[in-house]
């Protein structure tokens, strides 16, 4: 935002005494300048005068306020910001200092980035991190109110108690908007100051495989999983187990979680049918005590939600 200064400056000679003065009564006369002599009429042409630069920033900005072209090309000095005055007598003279006031959309992008810092994600769309959820869009599908009113209720629930033990398992067919619900809910609680991890199941465990020849990445990744507040595992029964990811990496994480912090899951399978993925490995075959071991940390510590409705994909 250019000064009232280098107004001045960029104009030519001849026209400078008469241009400073028009600047000057236009100043003057703002409205918001009014208004501020309304408020301390006690403040002289004197002391307006030699803060005229003050008042030229507070009135160029406020225009550029009321003409937005966004966050991103915010023409103010403080990006976001505008500044206001204020008056304030100091033995018996009166002064102006300015300040800065953060604007909606310089607040709401803060609270965004805020939730940012707060959620991790692995191989999840950045929808999750979406700004407005849309509780009516969700509540469209009559099949779908009773589980969207449970999520509500647990959303409500940990803002006011705290973080819970138990989670929630969010099971339902293709499409039902298992992912987006609990998109919803890590928003909502990361709004709140809890930080949260939510991981697409399939290509995590692919990924997984891998860590194993690298000792430190995995470590700061099981760390990650196991000290966040709130926890997902999306699409969970869609992965290829091997074993070692199953009882090191799966396990290690639930095994340090369970009555400790909530666990969340979205899933097409019931938790019987997830006992039987888990007992399941193509290199170890079938091993039905290490499925049951591994739902012994999954079963008592949700909640399950039966999520029913239409396929919202495509539509």
């Known amino acids: 935002m250019e000064s009232i200064g280098e107004a001045f400056r960029r104009m030519p000679v001849i026209e400078g005494l008469e241009k400073t003065e028009k600047i000057a009564n236009q100043v003057l006369n703002d409205p918001l300048v009014l208004k501020l002599r309304s408020r301390y009429p006690?403040?002289?042409?004197?002391?307006?005068?030699?803060?005229?630069?003050?008042?030229?920033?507070?009135?160029?900005?406020a225009r550029a306020c009321k003409e937005c072209p966004g966050l991103d090309k915010c023409p103010n000095d403080m990006q976001g910001h505008s500044t206001g005055i204020q008056c304030t007598e100091v033995g018996g003279?009166?002064?102006?200092?300015?300040?800065?006031?953060?604007?909606?959309?310089?607040?709401?992008?803060?609270?965004?980035?805020?939730?940012?810092?707060?959620?991790?994600?692995?191989?999840?769309d950045e929808a999750v991190y979406r700004e407005n959820y849309d509780e009516t869009e969700m509540l469209q599908d009559a099949n779908r109110e009773p589980a969207i009113h449970e999520l509500l209720n647990y959303v409500r629930t940990t803002k006011s108690q705290g973080l819970q033990k138990k989670g929630l398992y969010l099971q339902g067919s293709f499409g039902t908007g298992k992912?987006?619900?609990?998109?919803?809910?890590?928003?909502?609680?990361?709004?709140?100051?809890?930080?949260?991890v939510i991981v697409y199941m399939p290509e995590f465990v692919e990924d997984a495989k891998a860590l194993m020849f690298e000792p430190q990445k995995l470590k700061e990744t099981l760390s990650l999983m196991k000290e966040a507040d709130l926890l997902i595992f999306d699409d969970i029964g869609a992965e290829n187990l091997s074993p070692w990811v199953r009882d090191h990496v799966l396990g290690a994480i639930l095994n340090h979680r369970m009555n400790r912090k909530p666990t969340f899951y979205t899933s097409n399978h019931d938790l019987e049918d997830l006992e039987r993925h888990f007992s399941f490995t193509h290199k170890e075959g079938e091993e039905m005590h290490k499925g049951q071991r591994l739902m012994d940390?999954?079963?008592?510590?949700?909640?399950?939600?039966h999520v029913r409705g239409r396929n919202h994909r495509g539509s």
């Open 42 to 61: 006690e403040v002289d042409d004197h002391v307006l005068k030699i803060n005229l630069n003050r008042l030229y920033q507070m009135t160029s900005e």
């Open 93 to 124: 003279r009166w002064q102006l200092n300015d300040y800065k006031t953060a604007c909606s959309k310089w607040t709401a992008n803060e609270q965004q980035q805020q939730i940012r810092r707060r959620i991790s994600s692995f191989y999840v």
């Open 179 to 196: 992912t987006y619900m609990a998109g919803y809910l890590l928003q909502k609680l990361a709004r709140e100051g809890f930080s949260g």
């Open 297 to 305: 940390r999954v079963r008592p510590f949700v909640d399950v939600i």
